[in-house]
């Protein structure tokens, strides 16, 4: 029999619906971030599906009796065409163990696994070029020992200011990586340049672009969610191991540090993840109380900060400035700033 796959319409209840319950066989969901995906059928009813989330292909099944007639090949070709028409020519498989050996055997690498989910890539780049590319532009000489941190910083605060100068005193060279995927209120380029004028007197301290492998979608999709599901702890390992065994061995970084956590259990649970895989590869993590605000509003946050945004309706100054430096707040008064307070006011997502 020749297959062939066919596009299931995203806004059609009754198609999307017959794809949930096919996945549910194979203890999968479907995802709200999915923008396209395909099925194959006999006789009228579903065998196969695979959908994809921009660059991040997921949700692929294939039932037991299917296996091995090739139809996999059909899957990936239909969900690549697409790729490349949308100009995309590198992507990631996020999926079960068990499906690993179909996809290197179709030329993708394995980046890294745990016990319930693998990630794998393929097509132009990869993560080895990634930080060869990261250390080249940002002179990071590889020889000498390095701290590392990883922040969100939605937007920067005080608090993320503590910690990363603690970092800049005890450490020779910090390595401060900015969540580079675009799920949060503020846009990346502002975090990202927020980072830097809080940071620029602090000349040991390089500010760089997280990119898709440290808590992106690829590889850690429910830190943006912010919820404890039965994949919490697959996620929060699987980002570990990543930095572990790419960034930490190729740019020796040999320290990690982190807030502590006493609000988000997401990222409690990260943290934990990290320490137990970073001491299995010889990397110390250091935790570091979370600073509190000098007019006893209790521990700085980022959420704090939007929380204040929603409550005032706008900037208030005297508030804000117990949580957030002053080009912080600069910023929150420019034309661009007052469009994401708004959206801020609006808005009642946890990111």
């Given at each position: 029999?020749?297959?062939?796959?066919?596009?299931?319409?995203?806004?059609?209840?009754?198609?999307?619906?017959?794809?949930?319950?096919?996945?549910?066989?194979?203890?999968?969901?479907?995802?709200?971030?999915?923008?396209?995906t395909v099925a194959i059928r006999e006789n009228g009813q579903i065998v196969a599906t695979c959908s994809k989330s921009r660059d991040i292909l997921k949700c692929f099944a294939i039932d037991p009796s299917m296996q091995g007639t090739g139809i996999t090949n059909i899957l990936l070709k239909s969900i690549q065409d697409k790729l490349f028409k949308e100009g995309i020519f590198h992507s990631f498989i996020f999926t079960k163990p068990v499906y690993e050996t179909i996809f290197t055997s179709l030329?993708?690498?394995v980046v890294e696994k745990v016990d319930k989910v693998v990630l794998l890539e393929g097509g132009m780049g990869g993560i080895n070029k990634e930080i060869k590319k990261i250390a080249s532009e940002f002179s990071i000489d590889s020889s000498k020992p390095k701290t590392a941190l990883v922040?969100?910083?939605?937007?920067?605060?005080?608090?993320?200011?503590?910690?990363?100068?603690?970092?800049?005193?005890s450490s020779e060279e910090v390595l401060l990586f900015v969540v580079e995927e675009n799920k949060s209120l503020f846009p990346f380029?502002?975090?990202?340049?927020?980072?830097?004028?809080?940071?620029?007197?602090?000349?040991?301290?390089?500010?760089?672009?997280?990119?898709?492998?440290i808590i992106s979608s690829a590889t850690f999709p429910a830190y943006f969610l912010r919820e404890a599901?039965?994949?919490?702890?697959?996620?929060?390992?699987?980002?570990?191991?990543?930095?572990?065994?790419?960034?930490?061995?190729?740019?020796?970084?040999?320290?990690?540090?982190?807030?502590?956590?006493p609000y988000c259990e997401v990222t409690n649970a990260y943290n934990k993840a990290l320490l137990k895989i970073l001491e299995k590869s010889g990397i110390s993590l250091e935790t570091v109380k979370r600073k509190e605000g000098e007019n006893k509003t209790g521990f700085i946050s980022a959420s704090k900060v939007r929380d204040s945004l929603r409550r005032n309706k706008g900037?208030?100054?005297?508030?804000?400035?117990?949580?957030?430096?002053?080009?912080?707040?600069?910023f929150l008064l420019t034309k661009e700033g007052k469009e994401i307070v708004e959206k801020i006011i609006s808005s009642h997502t946890p990111h």
């Open positions: 029999m020749i297959y062939s796959a066919e596009k299931i319409h995203l806004r059609n209840p009754a198609e999307v619906d017959e794809i949930k319950k096919f996945l549910e066989k194979f203890q999968l969901d479907f995802e709200k971030n999915i923008d396209y030329g993708y690498k922040m969100n910083c939605n937007p920067f605060t005080l608090g993320h200011r503590y910690l990363i100068e603690q970092s800049s005193k380029k502002v975090r990202y340049d927020l980072v830097k004028k809080g940071v620029s007197d602090l000349k040991n301290v390089k500010v760089i672009p997280g990119g898709q492998y599901g039965e994949f919490l702890e697959a996620y929060t390992t699987l980002d570990a191991k990543i930095f572990a065994n790419y960034f930490c061995k190729k740019l020796n970084i040999t320290k990690r540090i982190v807030g502590d956590e900037v208030n100054t005297e508030e804000l400035s117990d949580l957030i430096p002053g080009t912080t707040i600069e």
